[in-house]
């Protein structure tokens, strides 16, 4: 071909080297203005850049240029003014590795919150629910966050923003009500017309949106929504060794979401008369269908299954009973899912990534331990191993890809990152020490082999600088910052520990970047969600009893119970030595706690101050209910 003639050409998954397509993007944005996927990107042979476009046609079109003429008119201009080319080269990969400009400044604060808030309030959609016009996303990070401005202010508004928003994308197109989860974003600003997508990260993302809302508000609504997705998880992209695959595509037989979408004459022809006629009608069925083809703008004649309105609102509205309704819907659905099963498949993407693994195992464990689910601890736990196992270097280095029993590329930030939250989060649902261990140990290694002296971390380790330099963000878009995370681990692990330094490590991390939180915080709200936890007093729980007795269990399930993003819990067994000895070299604080009369005890601290020991979960429940 053309390029083969001219160039080494190489295809990048930016999903195995998002340190590449960082940089590289950048490049695209520096010389053209801005960016986006498909990226393409000329490099000099010193993989410097000296052009980059996104999509660029096989010829020339509309204004557009395209390969057949691009590619030679590069090629003399690198024959003709290679100097020329190489020093622009050079001034673009110059900008690129030159270091950030920091913006050190004071401890962010109260005010950023509430800036942020403010923010949010302003891009919310009213109407809809989440922030902005379409295309719209679910940037659950936000949510979570509004989540915890509504526990620190009790004001009304915040949950009100969530509620909108999580009603909203479970009845809509963007939501599965067959197979259950997400798609990945809503081309529409009402969530009713999917990109058909489905990503693990947006499945773990959005649990643990759903199961926070739960445990604010008690809705069965969103546990039901988050155990669904999580089912949809463990069906369709849990790897049969315990890791997860990364995705779903959006097509089939060459057609986006020709899997998902239905006509009228096939559900009529799957269904018995009445189940037919109830999910036709509830769920918004048309005979001339209600999507349409993306480049004619014609009606196809097929339908994207969703619901107007609450479902029992709905069903009244339409003349059914709400009990008799559920049931006939649910009857249909399986019976629809069972015929899509038979359906050509979109295809998978079956590697193993460990940040998005860290996500995941977050999530399950979230999910385990406020619903007391323990097959999602399990779930978690099985994930862990698999990295642990597969994804981790004999000297504890972790692999960031996986795939066909082939690891590969070295770690970056997020995926240290990621995976130190899931494994805390797993430590607190399953109290498997092996798993604090792990985060810990991780944390030593972020800490040495990714820190910038000036506050933060960068994205790629000191053995893995990348072909221009090493590259330091914070700002949370699809999935959070690796910086953002690492302040919540940091001040997590620091309270569970008792470990100053590691919550030192945290307000440097908040410095760095406190210009960005001061100028426009909504765009860091993963990381306000660790400035909330470092501003709250927090109550710290450890309880000393043995592993599997019910009394020790009790007091665990009382210390999960409810909304209290600022716990943390440790468990002391008595009936395992070595765990408990080990336990101290990690928690020296907990090396002379001990139980009353072979009872169990918890022992809770909170407000910079430590109550009486106790054995009734109900007086837990109440220390933890008043902040400690």
């Known amino acids: 071909s053309l390029l083969n003639q001219h160039f080494i050409n190489i295809k990048v998954d930016r999903e195995e080297r998002p340190d590449l397509d ?14 986006g996927w498909p990226l393409s990107v000329f490099l000099t042979p010193e993989l410097k ?84 016009d379409a295309p719209k996303f679910p940037t659950p990070h936000n949510l979570t966050f509004l989540l915890r401005r509504r526990l620190r202010t009790g004001e009304a508004r915040p949950l009100e923003m969530v509620e909108k928003t999580l009603g909203e994308m479970r009845r809509g197109g963007i939501y599965d009500h067959l197979g259950r989860g997400f798609h990945r974003y809503s081309t529409d600003a009402r969530w009713l017309v999917p990109h058909f997508e489905k990503m693990l990260y947006d ?63 096939e559900v009529r022809g799957l269904l018995p008369e009445d189940e037919a006629d109830a999910f036709i009608r509830i769920f918004g069925l048309e005979d001339d269908g209600n999507f349409a083809d993306k480049a004619s703008g014609e009606e196809t004649g097929r339908n994207i299954i969703h619901l107007a309105a609450p479902f029992a609102e709905r069903a009244r509205a339409l003349g059914f009973e ?36 860290g996500l995941m195992i977050g999530a399950l464990a979230q999910a385990g331990r406020a619903f007391g689910e323990t097959a999602f601890v399990r779930a978690a736990d099985k994930a862990a191993r698999f990295i642990r196992a597969f994804m981790r270097e004999p000297g504890g280095t972790l692999y960031h890809r996986w795939r066909k029993g082939e690891p590969g590329i070295p770690g970056f930030l997020d995926d240290y ?32 082999h990714f820190t910038d002296e000036s506050g933060g971390f960068f994205f790629t380790s000191d053995a893995e600088p990348g072909p221009l330099g090493r590259r330091k963000d914070a700002y949370d878009g699809a999935t959070p910052s690796g910086n953002s995370m690492m302040a919540l681990n940091l001040l997590r692990l620091s309270r569970l520990l008792a470990e100053p330094s590691f919550a030192e490590q945290a307000e440097r991390i908040f410095r ?91 022992y809770v601290c909170g407000n910079w101050r430590c109550h009486q020991p106790t054995s009734d979960p109900e007086e837990v429940k109440k220390l933890i209910a008043a902040g400690g």
């Open 22 to 35: 960082q940089t590289y993007m950048t490049a695209c944005q520096l010389i053209t203005g801005g960016g």
């Open 49 to 132: 850049p000296f052009y980059a476009a996104t999509y660029i046609p096989k010829r020339s079109r509309l204004g557009r240029a395209g390969l057949m003429e691009l590619v030679p008119r590069l090629m003399e201009l690198w024959n003709t003014q290679r100097e020329r080319i190489e020093n622009a080269a050079r001034e673009i990969a110059d900008t690129i590795s030159r270091p950030r400009i920091e913006c050190v400044g004071e401890m962010p604060g109260e005010r950023n919150l509430a800036v942020a808030f403010e923010q949010l309030q302003t891009m919310f959609d009213n109407e809809h629910g989440g922030f902005g």
């Open 203 to 265: 499945q773990a993302q959005l649990v643990e949106a759903y199961v926070e809302a739960w445990q604010v508000t008690g809705k069965l609504e969103y546990q039901d929504t988050a155990r669904e997705t999580l089912s949809y998880v463990l069906r369709d992209l849990a790897d049969p060794q315990g890791g997860f695959h990364s995705a779903e595509d959006a097509d089939s037989e060459g057609e986006e979401g020709k899997f998902y979408l239905w006509t009228t004459v």
């Open 322 to 357: 709400p009990e008799t309704a559920a049931r006939l819907a649910e009857g249909a659905r399986r019976k629809l899912w069972r015929a899509r099963e038979d359906r050509a498949r979109p295809g998978k993407d079956d590697k193993v990534l460990c940040d998005w693994n």
């Open 417 to 448: 990152a990621f995976l130190i939250h899931g494994l805390t989060e797993l430590y607190q649902a399953g109290f498997d020490l092996v798993h604090l261990q792990d985060a810990v140990a991780y944390t030593r290694y972020v800490i040495e």
């Open 512 to 602: 760095a970047f406190g210009c960005d939180l001061a100028r426009s915080p909504a765009g860091y709200t993963r990381m306000l969600a660790a400035l909330d936890f470092a501003l709250a007093p927090g109550v710290e729980v450890v309880v000393v009893g043995r592993r599997n007795a019910a009394d020790t269990r009790a007091l665990l399930q009382a210390a999960g119970l409810g909304f209290h993003p600022g716990r943390v819990t440790l468990l002391k067994p008595t009936d395992d030595p070595s765990s408990a000895e080990e336990l101290g070299k990690l928690a020296g604080h907990t090396r002379d706690l001990v139980g009353q009369e072979g009872k169990a005890v918890a």
